[in-house]
T-cell receptor, first 116, second 112 residues
Framework: GAVVSQHPSWVICKSGTSVKIECRSLDFQATTMFWYRQFPKQSLMLMAT?????????EQGVEKDKFLINHASLTLSTLTVTSAHPEDSSFYICSAFFSGSPYEQYFGPGTRLTVT | DAKTTQPTSMDCAEGRAANLPCNHS???????VYWYRQIHSQGPQYIIH???NNETNEMASLIITEDRKSSTLILPHATLRDTAVYYCIVSDSGGSNYKLTFGKGTLLTVNP
């Protein structure tokens, strides 16, 4: 099956710094990727839809200037958390849509972000 | 507003069938029923989807009622590795525009 990777798997950063998370589709091209956030004991919340070569579409309530998304190639989307604060500590998960299997999203393993 | 309703948790004995129910009484004609699961601290994994007919794959079976207002995911022979949160999601037909809205899901615990 299609594989999606994320890097790093976990990261600790200081408050006020920025952190970049990468999401890669390893064996297929993904024109669309999705970014989710999951707080402890809660469900996944969709943050934004990332389309290759165009601006991301953010869900209501998600600050686009704080969570910068870049989808510069068909295999890579990045999420940058700018000026991170402790409340941004969460599990960030990406998924990719594969046109060869239109009813299935492939999820990455997630990135655990801790802001101190 | 939640589009699906699932029990918060269920238990199942190893080797037995696990039947996970889901209510989606407001489902519209063009919406599919998807099932994903999330093992602790991992990304979700696709299990199966269906529109009207019952579906089966190597992982599970999906039984959809005739009125499409509810469905049941069946894991025929549950193993300890099937312990996870199972999400039932309804969404428009597949494609790059379809979004998955995750509810709270059902925590299935498979006991030895």
């Amino acid at each position: 099956g299609a594989v999606v990777s994320q890097h790093p798997s976990w990261v600790i950063c200081k408050s006020g710094t920025s952190v970049k998370i990468e999401c890669r589709s390893l064996d297929f091209q993904a024109t669309t990727m999705f970014w989710y956030r999951q707080f402890p004991k809660q469900s996944l919340m969709l943050m934004a839809t990332s389309n290759e070569g165009s601006k991301a579409t953010y869900e209501q309530g998600v600050e686009k200037d704080k969570f910068l998304i870049n989808h510069a190639s068909l295999t890579l989307s990045t999420l940058t958390v700018t000026s991170a604060h402790p409340e941004d500590s969460s599990f960030y998960i990406c998924s990719a849509f594969f046109s060869g299997s239109p009813y299935e999203q492939y999820f990455g393993p997630g990135t655990r972000l801790t802001v101190t | 507003d939640a589009k699906t309703t699932q029990p918060t948790s269920m238990d199942c004995a190893e080797g037995r069938a696990a039947n996970l129910p889901c209510n989606h009484s407001t489902i519209s004609g063009n919406e599919y029923v998807y099932w994903y699961r999330q093992i602790h601290s991992q990304g979700p994994q696709y299990i199966i989807h269906g529109l009207k007919n019952n579906e089966t794959n190597e992982m599970a079976s999906l039984i959809i009622t005739e009125d499409r207002k509810s469905s049941t995911l069946i894991l025929p022979h549950a193993t300890l590795r099937d312990t996870a949160v199972y999400y039932c999601i309804v969404s428009d037909s597949g494609g790059s525009n379809y979004k998955l809205t995750f509810g709270k899901g059902t925590l299935l615990t498979v006991n030895p």
